[in-house]
């Protein structure tokens, strides 16, 4: 009976080494830095595709529906209404194959029969990114899934923008005027823009009398709106948000034909944007095994796209006006890329 126990102390003593030995064999060591910069230059080639339609549109998106006529309000009148415009962008920026986007060979689709992905404008998807960290022996491997960022559904290809629209007349031929989008929240989707500007008919310096069919104005505006997207099933991390900023000017010269009831407008102008993307927040990549929690990786606010753009654009439109209580207008605007807009606005005491 002894040796009995002798043996089995034996065997009880060369299991537990034996499973000391496994942990210690698991113990991986990883070079971060190299894995952290290819993970980071993969995710900065999936941003600037997933954020491409934006980042040369939205600032002539968010001018597009500042204007209807080059007149402007009666001193101390009011007007309120809904400004919006959508500008189209091509069809092959609302979705990209992942084959060829350039990413290096350690991330890949976890379907890779099905490799289009979408960007902000594609709509939702199922896809799921693979991501691989190898130790530096070479001989363990891992790979975690990451959720493709869902985008929201375009209208005809169209970046949109809409807002809410103040306006105030003051003397001497002059207006100053908002436009304001409170957040919203859509499918993940959080939203809002706020911008104003100034109005003023210089047509007034080489024409006699107060009314006239003929008007020239010039005006200026000052714009920000901003995106925020909440990732889902992405990496482990903690403060996780995606954003899309962008800041935008513009100066206009309008001149307009308005009677009673119609006005046809055009306009040349000059916009400037400064548009920033960024996937912010800590982003760790954790592998467990056998109980064992170790980490590959560990970045924090990973990526910050830049990037500015200007132009000039111009813009035809008419209006149908109801008297003096208000009107409703559909325009083109032409620009590096072409907007359609229409505004529905109420006046309060802008009669005679």
Known sequence: RRSSDLMKKIVLFLFVLTLANGAKAQVLEFDNEAITADFVNNLSIYADAFIGPLLGTYSPALVASNHITAKTLKPFAFGIGISASGTIVKAEQLEYNFNGMGFSNKMSLANPDKPTIPSILGGNTTAVFLYEAEDNSGVYSYQQSMEVLDGFTSINNSVPSAAISLSV?????????????????????????????????????????????FNVALAGFVGKTKFTILPKNFLDG???????????YSGELIVSYDKKFFSIFGLVGYYAGSSEFAINGTYRYEIQQGGLIQEAFTT?????LKRDNSGIQTQIGASLNFSSMGSFALSYAMAESNSVAFNLRFYINNGE
């Open 300 to 304: 924090t606010n990973p990526i910050n």
């Open 238 to 248: 903690e403060n996780q948000e995606v954003v899309f900023i962008d800041n935008t």
């Open 169 to 213: 007349g003051l003397p001497m031929n002059t207006e100053v005027f908002l436009r304001a989008l409170p957040t919203i929240k859509i499918d993940g989707l959080e939203n809002y823009l706020v911008g104003g500007g100034v109005k003023h008919v210089i047509s007034q310096y080489f024409q006699e009398g107060d009314e006239h069919e």
